[in-house]
């Protein structure tokens, strides 16, 4: 019997309309577009508006796209994972609310949450169900509404972060497609550069926790920044290494989507050329788990069977890591 890897056969997306500019954000903070672009890269980010709206929303926007796409009947499938650090809420799962939504009635489902690594480490959770041989159709999900822990009186993180959602379905494969190794590491000294100190079960949401604005993100831009141009390259290097792979056999990147320093920098390390590098960030700035599937869907029309992609990512906690995949099909 052949060896069954994952690979991913279809892909979906949504963002919000709601457009928050560069220039709409120079009224809000002390910024300026050139400042932002410059040292980030990004142009623009959407934002999800209206009350009750949540992770969940685009979610199920971005699952309903891939299954009009795919022509998949939502009964089939049998996995539902909601790779999010902003679930809908605390203890009630946005992965089984998105699946129900989407007429999932035969899948089980759970949230995965590895901050900025959730997709990535997602990749690697999904293709070990569909390589046990006992599931066929796992749908993975990356979305989050980061503007729900956003301080937009705070330049370091609100020119940052965005919303939106991709979604990926895996699927058997015996052609040698799909998934072909990892690389996943994290670093629990991380946290206190990157987090939400209030609504956990550490630091409960108070009164004067809200006065303190620890409800929102706080981030030491410059140590992040430090450890994520590091890590996000080591492990890309890493990858090609163990599989011997030279920036020849590269057809892509796809890094996720923080800062585009840190993605020229990864791209610099494996010495890939510009036109190899997936990239998106000036239209959504970080959109934290939804990144990685928002990359493929941008360049589906672009991605040939059997490209050779490499996936990095870096995120809160510290978590990290690399994924070599091939594509499975023609768009």
């Not at 997602?122 to 956003?150: T, W």
């Not at 920036?247 to 510009?274: C, F, G, S, Y």
């Not at 996936?311 to 978590?319: K, L, P, V, Y």
Request: net charge negative; with cysteine; hydrophobic share 40%.
């Amino acid at each position: 019997m052949s060896k069954i890897s994952a690979a991913i056969t279809a892909v979906g997306a949504y963002v919000p309309e709601y457009v928050l500019t560069n220039q709409i954000l120079e009224t809000m903070v002390d910024t300026n577009d050139e400042w932002i672009t410059t040292r980030t890269g990004i142009k623009e980010r959407r934002i999800l508006k209206g009350e009750g709206k949540g992770t969940s929303y685009m979610a199920i926007k971005a699952a309903n796209d891939l299954l009009n796409k795919k022509g998949l009947n939502p009964k089939d499938i049998e996995l539902v994972i909601v790779a999010t650090a902003t679930p809908d809420m605390q203890a009630a799962s946005t992965a089984a609310y998105t699946a129900t939504q989407i007429g999932a009635t035969n899948a089980f489902s759970f949230d995965l949450e590895a901050a900025c690594s959730s997709f990535l480490y997602g990749m690697s959770v999904a293709a070990k169900y569909i390589e046990s041989g006992r599931y066929k159709n796992v749908l993975l999900i990356g979305a989050d509404k980061n503007s729900s822990m956003i301080n937009y009186e705070d330049r370091a993180t609100c020119i940052i972060f965005g919303d939106g959602a991709g979604a990926v379905l895996f699927e058997p494969n015996t052609d040698g497609l799909g998934l072909q190794d990892e690389y996943l590491r994290s670093n629990g000294d991380g946290r206190e550069f990157l987090q939400v100190k209030s609504s956990g079960s550490s630091y409960p949401v108070t009164k004067e926790s809200i006065d303190r604005k620890e409800n929102f993100v706080f981030q030491d831009g410059k140590t992040v920044f430090k450890n994520a141009v590091f890590n996000m390259a080591d492990v890309a290097v890493k990858i090609l290494e163990r599989n011997n792979l030279t920036k020849n056999d590269i057809a892509w990147l796809a890094a996720h989507q923080a800062n585009k320093r840190i993605i020229d920098a990864t791209a610099n390390r494996i010495e890939l050329e510009p036109e190899k590098v997936m990239m998106n960030i000036e239209k959504y700035g970080n959109t934290t788990s939804a990144t990685l599937p928002l990359l493929l869907n941008d360049y589906e029309s672009q991605l040939k069977k059997g490209d050779n992609i490499i996936f990095a990512a870096f995120g809160g906690g510290f978590t990290w890591g690399s994924i070599y995949l091939k594509w499975a099909y023609n768009s």
